[in-house]
């Protein structure tokens, strides 16, 4: 930021002032009490003071009711420029504006009183914050930087004891961080962030998460990983696949093994219980013997009780036999007396059976079953026409019927001949629609067709407009391009080397200025004839003497005598001067000479004519191709015209002689939408014209149907009429009356049949029941009769059992007798006793075993084996299995696999800690510098300490700046001492080289009112250079008494420096009224060729101005 | 010659187990590639081998690709290998083994192009009564192998000696001798299968490295190994063995070395044996496992990152390891970082004491590895500063 012009009225002391500023190092100076530190005051009142403070009273001048007033114009780092003015009065007279520009010209209010303030602040960024109102602190504000920058005259070193840490805005922070950051950028940090930023990239995406894509080395090491853990899955399932079979076969060789060893033990039982069984056998033969033995022993002896069961039984026969016969012989008399008795029963059922009474009864059935096959014949007969009558009646009923169908289906016929035509009528009602709306759509279509044909009309019309507008450009663009001229112009690079070329040559014209004085006293009368600073001078001829006064040089010709060239300045000026003239002749006059222009400016006017110009052309002739390609449309806009009426000529044609006054009125009631309506209706229409053809057709089938039924009844009735009738002449009568009459007829036959039916069952009866009662008694005779013949017969069996009994019984007794008489029972015994002892010394079995125990063991064994077989079986087949399978190769691979595997891994691991170590060093690096950037002091105390060592001649070279910008000592013999110890003086210059760091570092204006005072002449001078070197790029306004002290420039510097005698500018109350001065006519000058001068630039200073550019161009 | 030599009625060159077609996951492609096609290279200075012994067979037991369907290239590759002129009038016998079992669709089937490719003087062992009179009456027998895994014992195919039968009587098998518990074994090979069944020779392939173990007294039942190693863990790999018969039929046995690649593992744990593995001149031709365990200082640590890269090379220059399997754990020394950063700049000091401090927490291998970056940047700077 700089200052470019400060006006003060009314200030205090001052009555009016107002100065211009330079952009590097402007010395305002004026005597003692003349109002410079006023004018500093009103600077930091323009920029600081709200224009209602309280405290603007003190501003107010003593002599008279004045307003202050102020007016502060600077440039921002942007370029653009700011005027803030401020009038410092009670109620309305109290105002503040502030104006923007961005060439000084223009100027835009922006703010305007109360507004302004905060406005002003952000622009300014010096940690201040906007005015809090009613309440909040009075006065002029102060923070780190408005002491810095703008100090008063009596707090020199208020800045060594303030730090940025008591600012209430943190934009004075701010401002001076992005400067101080910039400042103490390191090099290598920087290299160092860029290479961690770089590396990080690769791996990281913009959010700092990893990077996905195809090219991320994560992706690669993942798929790798990926790949790896397939395969290895895949060998693993194979194994376990493998692994499983080999099991099944260990488990089978273990059921095999456990198999064996049963079948072994089985074996082994077999043979146990083999042996076993033959013990068991053996004992039961010897047992089997003795048990013999004992039988015939026991046989013996039974034997002989037998003999004598014998002969008791025979005894006992022969009683009994005798017994038997007294009873038989009273059993055949009693059945004598049994059969006397059933032949009398015999005779009396006779008499029964054939008496007159049955002969009665068997005539009086004959009877009855006569009548009974009269009753069935009648019967019959009326059945007959029973049934003829009910045939006749059905009919009857079917006829009934038949007339009810016929009825309906005639109203059904009449209700569908009705349909018909209410279907036929909704039809014709469409077809009329359609016409209506066919009419409709030829109306629409030359209606728009009479539209389309008065734009295209239109468009050719305006076509053929742009085409005479293109060609009227044309003829412009190239009238322009005519009076642009041909020549040939440099290029902008070019006639800027030029401008440069010529104020380099000014300078160096102005570098050998110091004035140059000739005299010539002739000794005869001469003519002479030269140039004066290169200016031609009238010829003069004569003897008297000539006195030529330049400020460069003098270029005289004497009578042909002697050519006479003085030229002020050193040898070097001239050398650079001659040097430079040579350029310009050599590279700058044959193309002004070219370009037919005076000067730089004059060529650059020619080129910046020479641009618009062309610029204007381009734009012409963009304008004209523009619309000649608009224009070329022109042809086919006519084609189109063309096609557009020969389709209103078809349409015109299409609706001749149609009455069209009801489309008509329908379009201007849709118009816009009428195709739309034609089509949906149409649509509408034409679908529900089918919907009512196939309804008109299928109603006109069904009721051609129900006519044909119909006809169909109706020949059926007539039919069933006749048939009736027919019935009636066979029946002789109605079939209705007939029928009941012949119904009650059988009805009475099978009552009078069912009557001679049960006479004859009475009959029967009758006589059963008789022959029953005879019948039974001659039962009773017969049973008689042949129970008593059973006794007798059994009696006599019984004899003859007991005989035979007998005989037998003798019989066997004689054969027991003869037996007994051979036997030989000590025999017996003793061989019983032989075997007995042979059992008694057979091995007995342990447990004993039979042939099926050995069966057992037997099965067992076979049943082992199978079992064996089976096993030897699944074995072969798991072999087979396994030997399908890849375990060994796929567990030789996965070793392989799993450490390959293991060192991908190992492989991303390493990646991951090279991606994540770049980025931690990224943001270390980052997190440093930030911490870095807090500490201010760091970054400006290298710049401050250097210079103050220099300053102090090394007496001080260490300071100590702290991270706020506070000043925490200096740092000698190891020590860091409070600044108190330093000398005034000292101080003061530590505080200004301090103020001047800050300025340079943040670029900007510093004032400095009165600061050097206490510096020696040594210090001064370093000073002079300090802030000959700030001002090359900060603005730097020293206010000062002593003008001489700031004299001693060297002269490059000096002829940048502006002076400024506020003793001429500054007019205090009571004075007269100074001129505004502008110390750089050059400024003035440029400020009018760019015609950006302010309003407010008086005309004291245009006069000026434009006398200094008269005098420079004559110059050169 | 001596006059043992002269006794010699038969010579037979044994190899088994080249695995051709192998693939080497753990490495790199360019690597892995070196490995894969160094076996079929071997299989040309095997039947240098039996040119130079002038031997009557080679009998080639078993696993000679790495897989029973290879690709065309190494079929093809090792017909063209096996029609060389060297080997014209050599009998070769190619017995499947349990990585290239003989399917009907695998190389071996007598369909397959492979087949068609080889020479007569090539025979595969593609029967299980597979024989062939050798020079002298002497007799081969083999049995290939029909499956990845069988409980088999295949030996028990080959006929037993006949009384009176007094020829050299050879066999060739593919399987596992090993009867350790927990270890699977696939077609198992008794250790006395040569006396069982009658052999003077058994040759055998399954294990890589080079093992006779039939008992002492017994005709020999030997694995000659692969003839290039394929792990670290394998004893004794690379050879082949030549067998020479007396007429009395006693075999003597020959080793010979044909492998190019030597597998090495090393580990190292300090920087002097660190210098001191890269100055080693026989590395060329090594496949290294080597596991560096390092605790260095800076620039200890650059150092060693240096002596890795020469021994690993680059994309612009070999290295001097002809294949390195890198297990890198260099630690950070962290102990003077202050000093080792005393002359850069106060932020660089800075994120040198803040890297340090996390380097102190769980995150240790990362922070120091950040921490070993700044380092190489803060000395690149000062390189370019003092150029």
Redesign the interface.
């Known amino acids: 930021m700089r200052f470019t012009k400060i006006g003060v009225e009314n200030f205090r002391t001052i009555e009016q002032c107002e100065v211009e500023l330079a952009p590097g190092l402007n010395v305002l100076y004026g005597p003692n009490d003349h109002g410079k530190s006023t004018l500093a005051h009103a600077i930091r009142t323009a920029l600081l003071l709200p224009y209602s403070s309280s405290e603007a009273s003190e501003l107010v001048p003593w002599a008279g009711d004045h307003v202050p007033t102020v007016a502060l114009t600077f440039e921002d780092d942007t370029g653009r420029q700011y005027r803030v003015r401020k009038t410092f009065g009670s109620g309305s007279r109290g105002t503040a504006t502030l104006h923007w520009s961005n060439h000084g010209s223009d100027w835009v209010q922006e703010k305007s009183n109360k507004e302004v303030e905060p406005r002003l602040r952000e622009i300014l960024g010096w940690g201040i914050p906007a005015p809090e109102g009613r309440g909040g602190p009075r006065g002029l504000p102060e923070s780190f930087l408005t002491t810095a920058l703008l100090a008063e005259q009596t707090k020199v070193e208020a800045i060594l004891e303030q730090s940025l840490e008591q600012d209430r805005d943190d934009s004075g922070r701010l401002k001076l961080s992005t400067a101080l950051k910039a400042l103490a950028q ?1 090099h ?2 920087r ?2 962030l860029e ?2 930023q770089s ?1 990080t990239d690769k791996y990281f995406g913009a959010k700092g998460s990893r990077k996905t894509g195809a090219k991320s080395p994560f992706t690669a090491a993942a798929a790798n990983i990926k790949a ?1 853990e397939d ?1 290895v899955q895949e060998l693993r399932e194979a194994i376990a696949r ?1 692994a499983q079979v ?1 099991a099944a ?1 260990e488990n089978l060789r273990s059921q095999r093994d456990a198999l064996q060893e049963r079948q072994h033990e089985a074996l082994e039982a077999r043979a146990d219980a083999s042996a076993r069984r033959d013990k068991t056998v053996a004992i039961e033969k010897a047992q089997q013997a003795v048990a013999e033995a004992r039988s015939v022993v026991e046989a013996l002896q039974e034997r002989r009780c037998r003999v004598t069961d014998k002969e008791e039984e025979f005894a006992g026969f022969e009683g009994t036999v005798g017994q038997f016969e007294l009873e038989l012989a009273a059993a055949r008399e009693a059945s004598r007396v049994a059969e006397n008795q059933v032949r009398a029963a015999e005779e009396g059922l006779r008499a029964v059976s054939g008496g007159q009474a049955a002969l009665t009864r068997r005539l009086r059935r004959a009877q009855i079953e006569k009548d009974v096959a009269t009753i069935d014949s009648e019967r019959a007969a009326a059945q007959t026409r029973f049934g003829m009558a009910e045939a006749a009646l059905r009919k009857a009923g079917e006829l009934a019927a038949l007339e009810q169908s016929i009825g309906a289906s005639e109203r059904t016929l009449v209700g569908k001949r009705e349909q018909l035509v209410s279907t036929q009528a909704g039809l014709q009602d469409l077809i009329i629609r359609r016409q209506a709306l066919s009419d409709l759509a030829e109306f629409g279509r030359l209606q728009d067709a009479r539209a389309a044909v008065a734009r295209a009309e239109k468009e050719a019309e305006e076509l053929r407009v742009a085409g005479e507008r293109a060609e009227a450009l044309r003829v412009e663009a190239a009238a322009e391009l005519g009076r642009a001229g041909t020549r040939d112009l440099p290029s902008q690079s070019t006639v800027d080397a030029i401008a440069k070329l010529e104020r380099e040559l000014g300078r160096a014209e102005a570098a050998l200025g110091g004035g140059v004085a000739v005299v010539l006293r002739p000794t005869r009368s001469l003519t002479i004839e030269g140039r004066i600073d290169g200016k031609p001078v009238a010829a003069r001829s004569g003897a008297e003497e000539a006195r030529f006064e330049a400020s460069r040089s003098v270029d005289l010709r004497i009578s042909d005598l002697v050519d006479v060239e003085v030229v002020a300045g050193d040898a070097a000026a001239r050398e650079a001067l001659a040097e430079l003239q040579k350029r310009w002749f050599s590279e700058a006059a044959p193309v002004l000479e070219d370009a037919d222009c005076a000067d730089a400016d004059g060529l650059r006017a020619a080129r910046a004519g020479l641009d618009a110009a062309l610029r204007s052309v381009a734009e012409k002739e963009s304008e004209a191709g523009r619309l000649e390609a608009r224009a070329a449309g022109l042809a086919g806009c006519l084609e189109k015209l063309s096609e557009e009426r020969v389709e209103l000529d078809r349409c015109s044609e299409r609706v001749a002689g149609r009455d069209l006054t009801k489309a008509a009125a329908e379009h201007q009631r849709v118009v816009g939408k009428w195709a739309a309506v034609v089509e949906r209706e149409l649509e509408v229409i034409d679908s529900g014209r089918e919907e009512l053809q196939r309804r008109i057709v299928d109603e006109e089938r069904a009721t051609a149907k129900l006519e044909a039924d119909l006809g169909a009844l109706r020949a059926e009735r007539t039919r069933l009429i006749e048939d009736l009738r027919s019935a009636s002449e066979s029946l002789g009568g109605a079939p209705d009356q007939l029928h009941s009459w012949l119904k009650t007829d059988i009805e009475a036959h099978d009552r009078r049949r069912s009557e001679a039916v049960d006479m004859i069952r009475a009959l029967e009866q009758e006589t059963t029941e008789a022959e029953s009662v005879s019948k039974a008694a001659l039962q009773v005779a017969v049973a008689t009769a042949a129970q008593q013949a059973s006794a007798v017969a059994h009696l006599g069996e019984r004899i003859a059992g007991a005989r035979a009994a007998r005989d037998q019984a003798r019989g066997e007794l004689v054969v027991l007798r003869t037996q007994s008489e051979q036997d030989r029972p000590e025999e017996a015994e003793r061989a019983l006793r032989e075997l007995q002892s042979v059992l008694a010394g057979l091995p007995a079995p342990a447990p004993v075993a039979f042939d099926h125990d050995v069966c057992r063991a037997e099965e067992a064994c076979t049943r082992l084996g199978d079992e064996a077989r089976h096993i030897e079986h699944e074995l072969v087949v798991a ?1 087979a299995q ?10 030789e691979k996965l070793a ?2 799993e ?2 595997l293991a ?1 991908e891994k ?1 492989a991303r691991v ?1 990646l991951e ?2 991606a ?3 980025k ?2 990224r943001d ?2 980052v ?3 930030s ?2 950037e807090q500490h201010l002091g ?1 970054a400006l105390v290298g710049t401050v300490a250097q210079h103050f060592g220099e300053l102090t001649a090394g007496r001080y070279p260490g300071l100590e700046l702290g991270p706020h910008l506070e000043t925490e000592g200096i740092r000698a013999v190891g020590h860091v001492r409070s600044v108190d110890c330093l000398s005034t003086g000292t101080r003061d210059q530590l505080a200004t080289v301090l103020r001047l760091a800050i300025a340079t570092s943040t670029r900007s204006t510093i004032v400095l009112d009165d600061q050097l005072v206490q510096s020696d002449p040594e210090r001064l001078r370093w000073f002079l250079g300090a802030l000959a070197k700030a001002a090359e790029t900060t603005q730097v306004i020293v206010l000062t008494s002593r003008k001489a002290d700031y004299e001693a420039f060297d002269p490059q510097v000096a002829e940048k420096v502006r002076y400024i005698d506020l003793g001429q500018t500054l007019k205090r109350f009571g004075a007269s009224r100074p001129s505004v001065v502008a110390a750089r006519p050059q400024d003035a000058i440029r400020r009018l060729q760019n015609g950006s001068a302010p309003e407010e630039l008086q005309e004291t200073e245009i006069a000026t101005s434009k006398a200094m550019a008269v005098e420079r161009a004559a110059g050169s | 010659m001596n006059a043992g030599d002269n006794e010699v009625a038969l010579t037979l060159v044994h190899t088994a187990d080249w695995h051709l077609g192998k693939r080497f996951p753990q490495l790199g492609e360019e690597d892995g590639r070196k490995l894969t096609r160094a076996r079929l290279d071997v299989v040309d200075r095997i039947l240098g081998v039996a040119d130079q012994r002038g031997a009557d067979a080679l009998l080639c037991a078993g696993d000679l690709f790495d897989d029973e369907k290879p690709s065309e290239d190494w079929w093809r590759g090792l017909a063209t290998v096996l029609s060389k002129p060297r080997a014209r009038n050599l009998p070769i016998f190619l017995l499947p083994g349990n990585h290239d079992p003989l399917t009907a669709t695998s190389v071996w089937a007598p369909h397959h192009p492979f087949r068609g490719l080889l020479p007569k003087h090539v025979h595969v062992v593609d029967r299980d009564d597979f024989s062939y009179t050798l020079k002298d009456g002497a007799v081969l027998f083999g049995v290939p192998c029909r499956s990845s895994q069988s409980h088999r014992h295949l030996s028990e195919k080959i006929p037993q000696r006949e009384p009176g039968d007094e020829r050299i009587r050879i066999g060739m098998l593919h399987g596992s001798t090993f009867e350790m518990e927990n270890y699977q074994t696939t077609f198992p090979i008794d250790v006395d299968a040569a006396t069982k069944r009658g052999l003077d020779y058994l040759a055998i392939g399954d294990t890589h490295g080079y093992r006779n173990v039939a008992p002492s007294g017994s005709p020999p039942v030997v694995y000659p190994g692969a003839p290039e190693p394929t792990a670290f863990d394998e004893k004794d790999p690379g050879h082949v063995t030549v067998v020479f018969f007396t007429r009395s039929r006693r075999p003597r046995i020959e080793k010979v070395k044909v492998a190019q690649w030597t597998w090495e593992e090393a580990i190292l744990g300090s920087m002097d044996e660190l210098r001191s593995f890269c100055q080693r001149r026989d590395l060329v031709h090594r496949f290294v496992r080597l596991t560096v365990r390092i605790t260095a200082r800076p620039e200890e640590y650059a150092q060693a990152e240096r002596l890795l890269r020469e021994l690993r090379g680059t994309e612009a220059c070999h290295g001097k390891v002809g294949m390195l399997l890198l297990d890198q754990e260099l630690t950070l020394d962290t102990s003077d970082t202050e000093a080792v950063f005393a002359g850069a700049s106060d932020v660089m000091r800075l994120a040198a004491a803040m890297l340090k401090e996390r380097a102190e927490g769980p995150n240790r291998q990362v922070a120091e590895k950040a921490l070993f970056h700044l380092y190489m940047l803060v000395q690149r700077a000062s390189a370019s500063r003092g150029a």
Not at chain 1, 882 to 891: F, H, I, K, W
């Open positions: 390191d290598h940090l290299i160092a290479v961690a590396e790896l395969e493998s080999e076969i072999q396994l030997e399908a399978q890849q375990g060994t190769v796929a567990r392989e696999l450490l390959a060192r190992d390493a800690v090279e994540e170590s770049w931690l060093l270390t690096l997190e440093a510098e911490r870095g760091r």
